[in-house]
């Protein structure tokens, strides 16, 4: 099973949106609606920031938003901050015999 | 509130095999599903596989098959990881995560592991 691909790295001024994209394929992204995406700072865990395509667990800013459209998911920041600054990975369910595959990360910097 | 605290730092020699343990508080760890999921130095993640504790089944990815074993001990509350073989490119953190449908959170500390001789 492949990685999902994202781009490499994103950025963009405080204020601003950023989307990063997340590609798979019918037999993980785009055959499931269990797509999530995590927030890693440099030397921390992962946090969730988007589950099942486009929810957002409690706590999470609604700036952060989740949408697919076939085998692409992806992940808008709006109104760009300082703190937002980080890795991404987006997720997805591939089925009961693979399970579970990330994307290869993308890289947000805010100028 | 479910927390996750892992044990702590290893250094192995390749061939040998290493064994992370992820201790549960909060909610009930039965109803939970723990995944492991891994990373490299400066490389993205890459689930290894999960256990339903209520059940003890696990499952594992096929890149792990027969190299990685995952258990749980209800009685403790505690999730144990365990890789054997390991070879230099096994060097990672190694992390626990509450698992939902599609989803992981929350995410323990990380345990890194260094494969060295």
């Known amino acids: 099973q492949s990685a999902l691909t994202q781009p490499r790295s994103v950025s963009g001024s405080p204020g601003q949106s950023v989307t990063i994209s997340c590609t798979g394929t019918?037999?993980?992204?785009?055959?499931?609606?269990?797509v999530s995406w995590y927030q890693q700072h440099p030397g921390k865990a992962p946090k969730l920031m988007i589950y099942?395509?486009?929810k957002r667990p409690s706590g999470v800013p609604d700036r952060f938003s989740g949408s697919k459209s076939g085998n692409t998911a992806s992940l808008t920041i709006s109104g760009l901050q300082a703190e937002d600054e980080a890795d991404y990975y987006c997720?997805?369910?591939?089925?009961?015999?693979?399970?579970?595959?990330f994307g290869t990360g993308t890289k947000v910097t805010v100028l | 509130q479910v927390q996750l605290v892992q044990s702590g730092a290893e250094v192995k020699k390749p061939g040998s095999s290493v064994k992370v343990s992820c201790k549960a508080s909060?909610?009930?760890?039965?109803?939970?599903?723990i995944s492991w999921v891994r990373q490299a130095p400066g490389q993205g993640l890459e689930w290894m596989g999960r256990?339903?504790?209520?059940?003890?089944?696990?499952n594992y990815a096929q890149k792990f098959q027969g190299r990685v074993t995952i258990t749980a001990d209800k009685s403790t509350s505690t999730a144990y990881m365990e890789l054997s073989s390991l070879r230099s490119e096994d060097t990672a953190v190694y992390y626990c995560?509450?698992?939902?449908?599609?989803?992981?959170?929350?995410w323990g500390q990380g345990t890194l592991v260094t494969v060295s001789s």
């Open positions: 099942d395509v486009s």
């Open positions: 256990i339903i504790p209520i059940l003890g089944i696990a």
């Open positions: 909060g909610g009930t760890f039965s109803s939970y599903t």
């Open positions: 997720c997805s369910y591939a089925g009961s015999y693979t399970s579970y595959v």
């Open positions: 019918s037999s993980d992204v785009g055959g499931y609606n269990y």
């Open positions: 995560a509450r698992a939902g449908d599609g989803w992981f959170d929350p």
